[in-house]
């Protein structure tokens, strides 16, 4: 059966390979088993439930829920009327919450829980327009989702076949509002056909089968693991939503999936532990250890590195990486990261000890895959993102930017016909926003984010994360911003990895018993991040290296307004948050 909107997943999955667990939760210590008929069935319900509140094609429906298996019922319920789906990050803030229901003119919310409720009750006290909001967990004064499925129930399935067959393959599905690191968040508009495609076009790089299973953690929120869901439901893969982010470890061990989509800094996470516990080994062990790291980092997908190498690495891997897999389950095939640039030595590593991470690099306005490494090793180039998908058109500015084309690319911003005709120029060709450029004629490498250049005084120009990216190598950095516009040199604000830096103290006689504050002032751990510094800067020209630096005692987050949902630094938020602390950096210089 021809998927063409996304709740004909569903009858497509019912069709081709039905799952007794097409998803499943941990519910009370146990792992509860949905199966396909089981979530078609509850669909229907939401979407039953939603007419009979009155809501019709074209109403904007929000859905704000880390991930479990009542955001796919009401996903694919919202849709099968030809209603449009908001999700919301639940990390923003009631503000955010208030504009987005304002400019979507959502008339209806599902929460997950009691928190969320709270906020969403706040940021609609004055919005009369948001006419229904619905838990998924129970919650004292608040209408339980279950109280929609009953009226669900009291319907008629047979009346939703003339609602499904009039929503067109163009149709909207989804509104998704991206927050970017200026002004307020834009309503990126995807029809069923720009997801849809992006899933088809990426099918033949994503090793799947109706017999794996997949771990979900990354928000549905986002375009890459909504799109991913649909690529895995279609190929009836089984998915398992883990509990939390803290114990993704014990899920890992215990659901043994095939695949699961992540971010560069929970692998940078995995990789920190695991050599750390290799720091606490002693003797043979840990010489064995760090031999076998060694010959991760020297690791290419692109080159046969001959007879020893390859002898010494299967050897490696029968005594040091095969602990390194089973750590992650056992049975993974492949990982794939998105949403920022995966460090090199990271991919050289996990690939050496069989496990391939697959980077992927896309847009919330291209649905979101533009290119993507292959599973294959000659499909794969570390430190690119890979060859283009599917049907892609891409092509590279004068200026460095990537700009693309495909059936993929958004019909435009929600309300804002002006920005979307300044993105998607005349000739359809969608501006990124990022520069880049092709290696050997086939692998895209991003090299910098346009907006976020800027040039120093003496008319150099500087790429922030391609800086900030090779100073997070070191595991004693958590987060860093480079800045420097207009200024004689770069300088960078540095935030320490607290765990890792008070490990440094105890190995090196610094006495760590103090606050973060007092412990970021105390000159050998400041000598010690400027040695570091140093030590990165030989990777880069003279006008491109830090000349200074200052440490910060406190995380930037989503909560304090200084990161985006997706873990993107706010730049001008930072730089203003902390300009007396910057100003100081370059008046120190012009008073030497």
């Known amino acids: 059966m021809e998927v063409r909107r996304s709740f004909d997943i569903l009858s497509h999955q019912l069709a081709t390979a039905p799952k007794a667990d097409s998803l499943a939760a941990k519910i009370d210590g146990t792992w509860q088993k949905i199966s396909t008929q089981q979530v078609i069935d509850h669909a229907n319900q939401v979407s039953l439930g939603l007419l009979q509140l009155g809501l019709k094609k074209d109403d904007k429906v929000a859905i704000i829920s880390m991930n479990r298996p009542e955001w796919m019922f009401a996903d694919f319920g919202i849709s099968q009327i030809g209603a449009t789906s908001v999700p919301m990050y639940p990390s923003i803030t009631v503000e955010d919450y208030k504009y987005i229901f304002t400019d979507a003119g959502v008339k209806a919310v599902f929460v997950a829980d009691e928190k969320l409720y709270a906020k969403v009750k706040e940021a609609t006290a004055d919005l009369p327009e948001v006419k229904h909001v619905f838990t998924f967990d129970k919650v004292a004064g608040a209408r339980h989702f279950s109280e929609l499925l009953e009226m669900g129930k009291k319907g008629d399935v047979a009346t939703l076949e003339p609602l499904k067959a009039a929503v067109q393959p163009d149709d909207l599905l989804t509104l998704i509002y991206t927050s970017g690191t200026t002004g307020n968040p834009k309503g990126v508009m995807l029809t069923h056909d720009n997801i849809l495609s992006n899933c088809r076009n990426s099918q033949r790089f994503v090793p799947v089968t109706k017999d794996d299973k997949a771990l979900s953690f990354l928000p549905l929120c986002h375009i890459f693991e909504r799109m991913v869901t649909y690529l895995y439901m279609i190929n009836s893969v089984s998915i398992y939503y883990a509990e939390s982010m803290e114990v993704i470890a014990d899920n890992l061990r215990e659901v043994k999936p095939e695949i ?58 029968k005594l040091i990486f095969n602990k390194w897999r089973e750590a992650l389950g056992g049975n993974l095939k492949c990982i794939v990261s998105g949403g920022g640039a995966l460090q090199p030595r990271l991919a050289r590593v996990f690939w050496s000890a069989g496990i391939r991470v697959m980077e992927g690099y896309g847009l919330t306005e291209t649905s979101p895959v533009i290119a993507v490494g292959g599973f294959e090793p000659e499909n794969n180039m570390i430190g690119t993102v890979g060859p283009l998908i599917d049907n892609m058109e891409v092509k590279i500015a004068p200026d460095g930017e990537i700009l693309t084309k495909s059936a993929s690319v958004m019909k435009g911003y929600y309300n804002k016909p002006e920005l979307t005709a300044k993105e998607i120029d005349a000739d359809g060709w969608f501006h990124t926003g990022d520069i880049g450029e092709f290696v050997n004629g086939k692998f895209l490498k991003i090299t910098d984010r346009k907006k976020e250049m800027f040039k120093t005084s003496g008319g150099k120009y500087i790429a922030p994360q391609v800086i900030e990216g090779k100073l997070k190598e070191s595991p004693l950095v958590e987060q860093c911003m480079v800045v420097g516009a207009d200024q004689k040199f770069p300088a960078a604000l540095v935030i320490p990895s607290f765990d890792d830096l008070k490990g440094w103290c105890k190995r090196n006689g610094v006495d760590c018993n103090c606050s973060n504050a007092e412990l970021v002032k105390n000159e050998k751990v400041v000598q010690m991040y400027e040695d570091l510094v140093k030590k990165y800067n030989q990777n880069f020209a003279q006008w491109e290296q830090v000349k200074k630096i200052v440490l910060l005692p406190n995380q930037w987050t989503v909560e304090t307004g200084e990161m985006t949902p997706t873990m993107k630094v706010k730049r001008k938020i930072i730089t203003e948050n902390n300009k007396d602390l910057i100003e100081s950096l370059y008046n120190q210089e012009a008073h030497r």
């Open 260 to 317: 699961f989509t992540t971010v560069p800094r929970l692998l940078e996470k995995v990789y920190d532990k695991i050599v750390a516990k290799g720091h606490e080994l002693e003797g043979v062990k840990k010489n064995l250890f760090f031999w076998a790291l060694d010959l991760g980092l020297k690791y290419d997908t692109q080159k046969d590195q001959g007879f020893f190498y390859n002898t010494q690495l299967a050897l490696a891997n």
